[in-house]
């Protein structure tokens, strides 16, 4: 009878023990931290909120009844040695006991421990999210203004053909041009040279009249007389017949030109024509020239 009776106030207290872990467990401690969902980018909908739990079964007794009949439990348990009370048992009470310690006295700083790392994270993390959004709104602008850009390349090879067809039809005139400078260079440049060799005959004809009446008065008496009478004619006022230095003038002049004449055999004035061709060739090889002048004068392309 009396194993009888220790048998249902066994079985009573594992009922009893059972229900106040199962309420318990049905109860979120208070060191837990809420659930929250962290979200890299922006919701795209509203969640839907969760349905409500239904309230959990309890039998309206306090789970500290649980602490009596657990001693009342024990007593029995330990005096007729069902449960033995050694090292191992000690360990792993002891050992429950720091868990319900550091759950129950530490959860809320480790907690926030641990929060803290994560809202560290999450910041760094949004810092991040924001300088590539803010690199990716500067591509956008950036692809924005260069929008036109097809337009503009189209207009910049209108721009450059049009620029072609005034080169081609400016390459056209250029030759035309050029050819025409070149040719009145040429003839500035033999004007030029003959004006500089009838300068230099001119000079040498006047050198040598000048010394041959010179020579011619020197010698006669007669001429010297007239030129001293022409002289004191002009002096007085009188008008002179002749004058013998005129006419010596002249009569030289006549006397060359005759003998020119009958000695010019056409060398010198080859001479000078050669010299004035291979001084404007020098000059048109020099300066690029589109032409240059034959043996006989005569213009001929070299282009």
Known sequence: QHFSQLTMLRAATASVAKRV???????APACLPPQVAFHASAKQQEEANPAEAPPAATSGLSPWFALPLGVAAAVPLIKYEWLVINEETQLVAVF???CVTVYTQGGDALYKTMDATAQTILKEHNEAEDKVIQALEQK????????NMVTDFEAI???REQAYVNLNAAGEVKPLHDIKTQVER?????????????EKAKTALMEEA???????????KSLKKSALDAAIATIK????????????????FKDKGAAAAKQDDGSETQAQ???LIAKVNAVAKSEGFFFDLDASGKPKMVV
């Open 186 to 198: 040429v003839m500035a440049m033999i004007a030029q040279e003959e004006t500089n060799v009838a």
């Open 237 to 252: 006022g009188t008008k002179s017949t002749t004058d013998p230095v005129n006419g010596a003038f002249v009569q030289f």
């Open 140 to 147: 956008l602008e950036f692809l924005k203004a260069n929008s």
């Open 21 to 27: 872990v199962f309420n318990s467990s049905k109860r």
């Open 157 to 159: 090879n209108k721009l």
């Open 210 to 220: 000048t010394a041959s009446v010179t020579a011619e008065f020197l010698q006669s």
């Open 96 to 98: 429950l006991a720091f």
């Open 273 to 275: 024509r050669a010299a």
